[in-house]
């Protein structure tokens, strides 16, 4: 079958991408690799979904239905239970192989719209040692064992990074009957949102401990304890501060990784500080006819931006394919990163939306983005928080000249 | 013998009072000591010729873990009687017991974990070794050599994956280069084919290895297999061919009468034995002492591997193999190799392993100790590798004897009693070679005993090869899911495994239903998220298939449920 | 006093101040904002999101919220509450399976479309 867009991933991002791409006039196959869309909504029964969009707080199935039943008035092909097992491109299009119940499928398609999302990091990825027991999960798997399979991971828990997952699971667990014993966190500030520190950890009594880490588990079957240890200033273990906790139960809350294996087989270039694939002002990716959006691009802190980010790619890639003209944003000062790190000047630029994070806590900021040295986009900020996502849109119209595009971060 | 020398020796170096004494096949050693790695030293010190060392030197002030023991007890072999009981489900017993299967014998394999190839035979390297480092008039070279030279046979039979790959063994200095014509000569002379040395043109071969390379040492023989698929293979083969595994069931005790074992004692009951087979890794002296036969002593070692991620940018090329350099191979004696950097069967990567003396048999569990000093020893050789690729540790405890060699032989006490014990590196290689020796052995004896034995003419030496989707082409994948639409619905999206593929492992025909068991079988949970989405999809799928809640589906051994109950159910 | 708003995803940082019976409120980037601190200080509220059991097949629990705030002190009584409601049929978005909790005017309703789906 050929389509104009084929969009690889029906969360979030993937849904509203093809939405936008259908309302566009474009033929669309949307690809998703789970038996229902909405991705990792499906299983984030918590509320504070869509406060931006809908100005509603809504729960996280609640959000991807609003977004499903637009889906199934488009005229969108949805392929689901589906698992795409190659993407190669011919002359002018390109061809994805992907296996379903009824057998393996062919699409040729012009454009692909990457929607994959992302996955945790796991024990292995932060070196925790020690025994193979039951027990040790990362907060997205247990989060899919209490809210969709309906069991728990244990009685006693320790969480272990204080991520947005790893503090709605902690007033989740609590609230199913489970003790949570504490929230542990290598950093020496928290990395998920103030207001869940609030409502998921202080609500609830449950204790966050800061500049801590579990460096050790124990178990023959199930875990029986961790071993906790103070961490200095780079996250390193400190002899002589562990101590052992009793527990039934670890949960990982220790970071996210875009999911960008498709987009290595394509041989999209990925940026180094988001892991996901650099792009333009459209999601577009350094490969023409590719596209990145959500968290397989960057992960986001809010759902709504998600979707924003898909409707992006999703507006461009119903128009005509142009050669683009690539100039890079560079950054300047305490900045983790800034999407989009590219902007294709033979593209419209005029309300480029643009998302930040700043690499440490900070107060009095000044954000400026310049074009030749001129200041085309300026805004303040009492106060910025790495978890805390930032989001700005900027005018480079209003620049005499486009060139040395910058984006810096400095005290105010 | 006279060890007042070496007795005298033991308390200049060590300050330990050494107590020895001596029977016709071992030297028993007794005393205390505060260091284990000396306890071992100590060891090794009174190995000779013709003799076991039984090492009871007391590590002071440790008192060792309880023996881990399965949960469960009942009576459901009580009363059964075999004509060979095969202790132990690793390499050896399962492939033992497959070989047993070639005769019309009643079998029973006992492992006390729910799985097979759960101890060192399913935590090591995968690496079907050439023998290069082997000293001669040893059994790990007469198997070792053995085995290499029908590897691939014996994985097509069995339906395992195999590759032979070539070993390259860097010298970092011309001397060592050197040197290496001597391995060369005995390599030649122990009938390792093909065994060369090369020069500089090594950096073209292999870019990513160190500069200091003056050379290497090439074995075209070595290859790799995937050492827990092939222990399932073999105790799967057995089964198939009319053996009886049963999991869960630790040997507790044994009744011998008149220098035989009469009588064994489980946790599921007790049974009878024409013959027994102790394969029980690094509790065989202590199978052994069950029979009142303990003439040798293990010293558990471990070994930590780190498991990379294919795309490991920086890893050496898809067909080499690094081996340790050539100054470790001299060093280390009869021990474990050194270890390299791996291409698994896989296509991930692997370095180690390291060799930790330790009192514990049982313990697995990993360290940052042993983590780091595997990556800093094998990036010596191959600098460009990364520290964040590794996506995953493991530790294997091996069990080799203070002669570091096999011991495959049937007691002169306890007739009926066959030990297959030190079984450590190169066993994994020599197992297909030795148990066909041990087999011979039971059947001689059994012989001898005026038992007639006879070929089982069912016996089917081919099991099938699980199914792979993602390695058909399109049309053959495609006329499979038609066949079977499971095959198209996909479970664990990093390794591509179906739903089909994990019922096929949960229909395996030794009845393992745990989330490890179809880890073990089909990869299932071994990628880059290591189990983060499809674990709790595997567990729905075993709970299916057990018509049983999720609660009810292990990790691994019983006991070791995924979740402690159902929501709304659960009290803190 | 310090809060922080939970009311949206901006987390304000409030400072909140109790005079002569009157709360005064600082920081808010909205009125909501205000309102939340006048609860928090006098009668905090809290919506609840949860599961309930069911016996439909592919479904062993399924998502529901309260469709308002219920006073925070009673969050584990309406815990209690889930704990004893069962769906025995697929039930739409938005389904009512408790009306008038705890005396309150707030229902209990699912916030997972039920869908037997084509596995």
């Known amino acids: 079958m050929k389509y104009d867009v084929a969009v690889i991933g029906g969360g979030p991002a993937g849904l509203a991408a093809a939405i936008k791409a259908s309302e566009g006039g474009a033929s669309v196959l949307l690809i998703e690799r789970e038996a229902r869309l909405g991705g990792i909504l499906k299983q984030c029964i918590h509320d504070g979904f869509g406060v931006v969009r809908f100005g509603e707080k809504l729960s996280g199935p609640e959000y991807a239905y609003r977004f499903i039943e637009r889906l199934k008035a488009a005229n969108v092909q949805v392929s689901l239970f589906s698992f795409v097992t190659s993407a190669v491109k011919l002359s002018d299009t390109y061809k994805i192989t992907y296996v379903c119940k009824d057998g393996v499928k062919y699409a040729e398609c012009s454009k692909i719209i990457l929607a994959t999302g992302c996955r945790e990091r796991t024990r292995n990825g932060i070196s925790i040692h020690g025994d193979r027991c039951a027990g040790v999960y990362t907060a997205g798997a247990a989060q899919n064992l209490v809210n969709i399979l309906g069991v728990m991971p244990g009685k006693r828990i320790v969480i272990l990074g204080s991520g947005d997952i790893g503090l709605i699971m902690a007033r989740r667990l609590t609230l199913e009957g489970a003790k949570v014993v504490g929230v542990y966190e290598a950093k020496s500030t928290p990395s998920g949102l103030t207001r869940n520190i609030h409502q998921c950890l202080h609500d609830f ?14 178990g023959q079957s199930r875990l029986e304890k961790v071993e906790i240890s103070d961490v200095d200033e780079r996250m390193r273990s400190i002899a002589g501060t562990e101590q052992l906790v009793d527990c039934d139960c670890l949960v990982l809350a220790v970071g996210l990784i875009p999911e960008n294996e498709l987009a290595r087989t394509l041989n999209v270039p990925l940026n180094k500080a988001t892991k996901g694939a650099t792009v333009d002002q459209n999601c577009q990716t350094l490969v023409d006819g590719i596209y990145a959006c959500g968290n397989a691009l960057h992960v986001n802190d809010l759902v709504d931006y998600v979707s924003e980010s898909g409707e992006i790619a999703g507006a461009h890639v119903t128009l005509q394919k142009t050669e683009r003209n690539l100039l890079p944003i560079t950054t300047e000062g305490k900045l983790l990163y800034v999407v989009p790190q590219m902007l294709d000047t033979n593209s419209d630029f005029g309300n480029v939306v643009m998302y930040f994070r700043a690499s440490e806590e900070l ?8 074009a030749c040295g001129e200041t085309i986009f300026s805004k303040t900020y009492a106060k910025l928080l790495p978890p805390e996502m930032e989001r700005i849109t900027v005018d480079f119209g209003k620049a005499r000249a486009l060139g040395e595009l910058t984006v810096r971060l400095e005290d105010k | 013998m006279n ?6 020796r033991v308390k200049k170096q060590f300050g330990v009072d050494v107590r020895v004494r001596e029977d016709e ?13 000396h306890l071992v030293a100590i060891g090794k010190m009174f190995v000779t010729e013709g003799k076991h060392v039984v090492n009871d030197i007391r590590l002071e002030g440790y008192a060792e873990p309880p023996e881990r023991l399965p949960q469960i007890r009942d009576n459901a072999l009580d009363g059964t009687q075999w004509d060979v009981v095969v202790i132990g489900g690793g390499i050896s017993g399962c492939s033992v017991l497959r070989e047993l299967s070639r005769y019309r014998l009643k079998t029973l394999l006992v492992e006390k974990h729910s799985d097979v190839a759960r101890g060192a035979s399913g935590a090591n390297d995968g690496m079907v070794h050439a023998g290069i480092d082997l000293k001669h008039d040893c059994l790990k070279l007469k198997y070792g050599v053995a085995g290499n030279a029908i590897y691939g046979d014996v994985c097509k039979e069995l339906g395992v994956d195999f590759r032979r790959t070539g070993q390259y063994v860097i010298f970092d200095s011309r001397i060592i280069r050197f040197f290496a014509k001597g391995t060369v000569k005995r390599a030649t002379k122990h009938g390792i084919a093909g065994v060369k040395i090369i020069g500089k043109e090594i950096r073209q071969i292999e870019p990513r290895v160190k500069d200091f390379a003056v050379g290497a040492l090439y074995a075209p023989s070595s290859g790799y297999v995937s050492p827990y698929q092939l222990t399932i293979a073999y105790a799967e083969n057995a089964v198939q061919n009319g053996a009886t595994v049963s999991l869960d069931t630790a040997v507790s005790g044994m009744v011998v009468e008149n220098g035989k074992v009469v009588k064994i004692q489980t946790n599921r009951g007790t049974v009878s034995a024409r013959c027994v087979v102790n394969c029980a890794g690094v509790f065989a002296d202590r199978v052994a002492e069950m029979a009142g036969d303990r003439y040798f002593s293990i010293h558990p070692r471990r070994g930590t591997d780190l498991l990379l991620d294919p795309n490991a940018e920086g890893a050496p090329s898809e067909t080499i193999s690094m081996g340790p350099t050539l100054k470790s191979l001299h060093s280390n004696g009869g021990s474990t190799k ?5 291409r698994t069967i896989d296509g991930n990567y692997l370095l180690g392993p390291d060799a930790v003396e330790t009192p514990d048999r049982e313990d697995t569990s990993t360290t940052k100790e042993s983590c780091d000093n595997v990556f800093a020893k094998q990036s010596t050789v191959c600098p460009s590798l990364k520290r964040s690729d590794v996506i995953a540790y493991f530790t294997g405890v091996r069990a080799p004897t203070y002669e570091e060699d096999f011991l495959i032989e049937r007691s002169s006490k306890v007739i ?32 001898s005993e005026g038992y007639d034995v006879q070929a089982n003419e069912h016996f089917n ?7 792979r989707a993602k390695t058909l082409s399109d049309e053959q994948r495609d006329a499979l899911i038609k066949q079977d639409p499971d095959f198209g619905k996909i479970i664990c999206r990093c390794e591509e495994i179906s739903l089909g593929e994990i019922k096929q492992a949960l229909h395996n025909p030794l009845g393992v239903m745990t989330v490890d068991g179809v880890k073990r079988r089909v990869r299932a949970g071994m990628g880059r998220c290591q189990g983060g989405f499809c674990m709790p999809l595997v567990t729905k799928i075993i709970a299916d298939e057990l018509h049983a809640e999720p609660t009810a589906v292990n990790k691994d051994d019983v006991g070791s449920n995924i979740a402690v109950g159902k929501i709304k159910e659960v009290q803190s | 006093m310090e809060l922080v708003c939970i009311v949206c995803p901006n987390g304000c940082r409030l400072d909140v101040e109790q005079r002569d019976g009157r709360v005064f409120v600082v920081g808010n980037k909205c009125k909501r904002g205000a309102d939340f601190a006048t609860a928090e200080l006098t009668n905090p509220m809290r919506s609840v999101t949860s599961l309930v059991k069911t016996t439909v097949r592919g479904y062993p629990v399924i998502s529901v919220k309260t469709d308002g705030e219920i006073p925070k002190s009673k969050i584990f009584q309406l815990m209690k509450l889930c704990d004893e409601i069962t769906v025995s049929q697929p039930l739409p978005i938005g389904s009512v399976v408790a009306s008038g909790v705890l005396g309150t005017d707030v229902n209990l309703v699912t916030t997972t479309n039920m869908e037997i789906a084509n596995e």
Do not use: M
Not at chain 1, 363 to 370: A, D, K, S
């Open chain 1, 363 to 370: 107060t009095n900021q000044r954000l400026t983005v310049t």
């Open chain 1, 205 to 218: 009594d449950i204790p966050l401990y800061l500049s801590k880490t579990v460096t050790r588990v124990f």
């Open chain 2, 461 to 467: 030496p081919t099991r099938q090869r699980p199914v």
């Open chain 2, 416 to 447: 009926n009693l066959i030990h297959v014990a030190g079984i450590q590196s190169p066993g994994l290689t020599a197992a297909p070679a030795f148990c066909k020796d041990v087999a011979a052995t039971v059947t001689d004896y059994l012989k």
């Open chain 2, 338 to 342: 050194g270890g390299g950097v791996i």
């Open chain 2, 25 to 37: 096949r071992s030297v028993f050693l007794s005393g205390e000591c505060d260091n284990w790695e």
């Open chain 2, 3 to 8: 060890f007042d020398k070496i007795v005298k």
